[in-house]
C-alpha cells in the first residue's frame, strides 16, 4: 500500500520498486514518497514512438556525459520522453535539461586538478595530506567556504552524533579531500557517493596514495538505497535538489532511515552578499526536520549554515 508523506502534498500517484523515479509532465512535478520513502513523480503519456533506452545510450556516448551517472541521464530522459511526441523533441529536451542542471558541475576542470595534483604527489607529500588538500578544496565554491572552519567544523559535528561506525558521504564533491580533518577512527567506513564517475576514481586514487580509510562510488542521491550508515552528510546538496523538483530536498531526508543527517547550505551567495540565505535555509531545515519527525541541532560558528538532524527515540 502507497503511503503519502504528511507534509507532501497529495496529487500523485506513486509507483514503487522500480529502481527509479515515476517520470511525469508537469513542468514542475510534486514530489511524493512511496511506502519505503523513495521520491516519484506524476506520470504523463508516453509515446510508443520515443525510446527512452536510446535516448539515454546517445547521450552517453558524448563526451560531456559520458561520465555522469547513468540514472541521472535515464531520468532526465524519462522526463523529457513523458512531455514530447517525438524522439528528437524529448532529446534535445533531455539535453537542456541535464545541461541546466549539471552542465556548470561538469564543464569545470576540477576533477581534472586534483588528478594532475595526485600524478605530481611526491613521498614527502604523503606525510602531510592537509597540505596537499588545502588548494585543491579551493577550487570548488562548496568547500572554499568550508576551509576556514575545517579544525572545528567535523570535532564540532562529531561530538553531536558520536563517533560513527560507517559516514555516507552524498553528493560529495570534493568535500572527501576533507576527511583528515575528521578524526574518524580506522574502523569506521567513509563513503564517498557522487554522479560524476571521474571524481569517485580519482577520490579512490587520493584514498589508496595517502593511505586514508574511504571508498568512492558513483551514485545518484536521489536513488542512493544504502543507508547502512549512522551518519549521512547532505552537505550543501539540499537546495541543488529543490531547485530541480518541488521538494526533492524533503523527500530525499524523509528516505533516510539513518540516526544522524547532517545537512549544510550556504550562508551567502557566489559573490559573498548576504541575500537572505541564512533566515531562508534556517527556516527550511527547520521545516524538513519538523515533517520528518527529526530533532534540529545547529552546529554554531561554521562559516556556512550546518545542521544535525536527530532521529527521535
Given at each position: ?46 509515446s ?36 514530447y ?51 585543491l ?63 569517485a ?39 541543488c ?15 533516510i ?57
Open positions: 500500500m502507497l503511503s503519502l508523506h504528511p507534509c507532501l502534498p497529495p496529487s500523485s500517484v506513486l509507483h514503487r520498486g522500480t529502481g527509479r523515479r515515476p517520470t511525469g509532465n508537469d513542468s514542475q512535478p510534486s514530489i511524493l514518497c512511496t511506502a519505503d520513502g523513495r521520491a516519484g513523480v506524476e506520470v504523463g503519456h508516453v510508443a514512438d520515443v525510446n527512452a533506452t536510446a535516448i539515454v545510450k546517445r547521450i552517453q556516448r558524448t563526451k560531456k556525459y559520458a561520465h555522469l551517472c547513468e540514472s541521472v541521464i535515464r531520468r532526465a530522459s524519462d522526463q523529457a520522453v513523458a512531455r511526441r517525438t524522439e528528437k523533441e524529448a532529446e534535445k529536451a533531455a539535453r537542456r535539461r541535464l545541461h541546466q542542471v549539471y552542465g556548470a558541475y561538469l564543464e569545470e576542470d576540477w576533477v581534472g586538478e586534483v588528478g594532475r595534483a595526485l600524478d605530481a604527489v611526491d613521498k614527502d607529500d604523503l606525510a602531510e595530506p592537509r597540505a596537499f588538500c588545502l588548494p578544496l579551493d577550487l570548488h565554491a562548496s568547500t572554499r567556504e568550508r576551509v576556514d572552519n575545517l579544525d572545528t567544523l567535523f570535532p564540532r559535528i562529531f561530538s553531536e552524533t558520536g563517533t560513527p561506525s560507517h559516514v555516507v558521504d552524498l553528493a560529495c564533491g570534493l568535500n572527501p579531500l576533507t576527511v583528515s580533518w575528521m578524526g574518524l577512527p580506522e574502523s569506521c567506513r567513509y563513503t564517498a557517493v557522487d554522479l560524476h564517475e571521474g571524481l576514481l580519482v577520490l579512490n586514487r587520493f584514498f589508496e596514495r595517502f593511505g586514508l580509510t574511504g571508498e568512492a562510488v558513483c551514485g545518484d542521491v536521489l536513488e542512493w538505497d544504502d543507508f547502512t550508515a549512522d551518519v549521512v552528510f547532505l552537505l550543501k546538496v539540499l537546495p535538489l529543490a531547485r530541480q523538483e518541488k521538494d526533492a530536498d524533503l523527500a530525499t531526508v524523509a528516505r532511515p539513518s540516526r544522524d543527517v547532517v545537512l549544510s547550505y550556504p550562508s551567502k551567495s557566489l559573490s559573498g552578499r548576504d541575500v537572505g540565505m541564512v533566515e531562508h535555509y534556517g527556516n527550511r531545515a527547520r521545516e524538513i526536520a519538523d515533517c520528518c519527525g527529526r530533532d534540529l541541532i545547529e552546529i554554531e560558528g561554521a562559516s556556512e549554515l550546518v545542521f544535525v538532524l536527530r532521529k527521535g527515540a
